[in-house]
């Protein structure tokens, strides 16, 4: 059996880390629903009447049970993507938002525009995704 040069054995492995490496980052993440709610948003579950917690861009949201583990998600952010609705054109598939979470959908004061969403998005936050009109989208979502 030959045995393989030290350099051919480097660009072997440089070759697969490239192609994993590539093959990674054409999955974008997680797919769920997501709803929105409207205002008053406080006080949320996860820090009380603390302004802070909001960020100013006013792009937050409220954890669905998948993904709200018990309050770890509260301060977690995400990267949103509206990928589909019942209703043609009511995406922006090009716009990605970074949300902050700062309450659970099922207990805030304002109640979802739809129940058992994957998050419920600020008006702000589902407005720069989709046509605020809408009950509810499909979405691909990543922690960050």
Do not use: H, K
Not at 42 to 50: K, L, Q, R, S
Request: glycine share 8%; with cysteine; aromatic share 6%.
């Amino acid at each position: 059996m030959p045995q393989m040069q030290p350099m051919a054995v480097s660009q072997i492995l440089l070759r697969l880390l490239i192609i994993s490496t590539a093959l990674t980052s054409l999955s974008y993440g997680d797919v769920g629903t997501a709803a929105r709610y409207s205002p008053p948003y406080t006080p949320p579950a996860c820090y009380g009447n603390d302004p802070s917690q909001f960020p100013s861009s006013n792009l937050f949201g409220a954890a669905g049970d998948g993904i709200w583990d018990n309050g770890a998600a509260c301060g977690r952010q995400y990267l949103v993507r509206c990928i589909s609705a019942t209703v043609a054109g009511t995406c922006n598939p090009s716009q990605t938002i970074q949300v902050r979470i700062v309450d659970r959908a099922a207990t805030s004061g304002s109640r979802p525009s739809r129940e058992g969403a994957t998050i419920v998005l600020s008006t702000t936050a589902f407005g720069s995704i989709a046509n605020p009109s809408a009950t509810s989208i499909n979405v691909e979502f990543q922690q960050v």
